[in-house]
């Protein structure tokens, strides 16, 4: 008798209909073994403590703690295990804030079989899959990320705040003196976000960080702030 070593496969899903459904179809084949199922993000990453599957099909809006937070956390613990997102529509913004999260792409609900089997084996054999629409643009940005994020830890960044001596401005972190650039030149938190890689709601919890440093109570005054530092380089 031929010894078939199953793919371990995780499913972290709040709607049963759906995660139940998705754990039968793996189950019904030989080649999958659905370790575990959980309804929200802090059990999926118990149960991956525990369990350590080889795939995670990770909903994104669940209680608790959503998908993304919980992929972000698996990847730093275990970055060997893969993460494919479930979601019912392609969001450019979840599907930008999941790669950097270290997810190895997307998995639409509803997708027929055939589909679906053929998105995990990919996954499963090291495959990225990302909705053919951003490909390019996610290939852009992977070829460009390394040097981009070293400018903006020294030539770059430097170069924006060389001059500024003042002590709220030292303590910003790299990527919040490149949100402070953007926000100089008056830009809105989508086009920010866009910019940068990230969400809107990312956004938002940076430029809270970021006036709780400067001292300062809104964007108003943020932006006022920074006017009379460059003022003052002048």
Do not use: C
């Given at each position: 008798?031929?010894?078939?070593?199953?793919?371990?496969?995780?499913?972290?899903?709040?709607?049963?209909?759906?995660?139940?459904?998705?754990?039968?179809?793996?189950?019904?084949?030989?080649e999958y073994d659905v370790v575990a199922t959980t309804g929200d993000g802090l059990a999926a990453i118990a149960q991956v403590r525990l369990l350590r599957p080889e795939l995670?099909?990770?909903?994104?809006?669940?209680?608790?703690?959503?998908?993304?937070?919980?992929t972000k956390r698996i990847k730093a613990e275990f970055p060997?295990?893969?993460?494919?997102?479930?979601?019912?529509?392609?969001?450019?913004?979840?599907?930008?804030?999941?790669i950097r999260h270290g997810a190895s792409g997307f998995l639409v609900k509803g997708v027929e079989t055939k589909k679906l089997f053929s998105i995990v084996q990919d996954c499963l054999e090291g495959r990225i899959n990302y909705p053919s629409r951003i490909q390019t643009r996610l290939l852009q940005a992977l070829r460009?990320?390394?040097?981009?994020?070293?400018q903006s830890m020294n030539e770059?960044?430097?170069?924006h705040f060389n001059s500024l001596q003042d002590d709220r401005l030292n303590g910003l972190s790299s990527q919040e003196r490149n949100i402070v650039?953007?926000?100089?030149?008056?830009?809105?938190?989508?086009?920010?976000?866009?910019?940068?890689?990230?969400?809107?709601?990312t956004v938002k919890n940076y430029l809270s960080a970021i006036y709780k440093?400067?001292?300062?109570?809104?964007?108003?005054?943020?932006?006022?702030?920074?006017?009379?530092?460059?003022?003052?380089?002048?």
């Open positions: 008798m031929i010894n078939i070593t199953k793919r371990t496969i995780l499913i972290a899903e709040d709607q049963p209909l759906i995660r139940d459904g998705l754990a039968a179809m793996f189950n019904m084949e030989d995670v099909l990770m909903d994104i809006h669940m209680p608790k703690l959503d998908g993304l937070e919980a060997e295990i893969k993460v494919l997102i479930l979601t019912t529509f392609e969001d450019e913004e979840y599907i930008w804030e999941a460009s990320s390394e040097q981009t994020e070293q770059t960044t430097e170069s650039s953007q926000l100089k030149q008056g830009r809105s938190n989508q086009a920010i976000a866009a910019e940068l890689f990230l969400t809107t709601g440093k400067l001292n300062v109570a809104s964007r108003a005054e943020a932006m006022a702030y920074l006017h009379d530092m460059k003022e003052e380089e002048r």
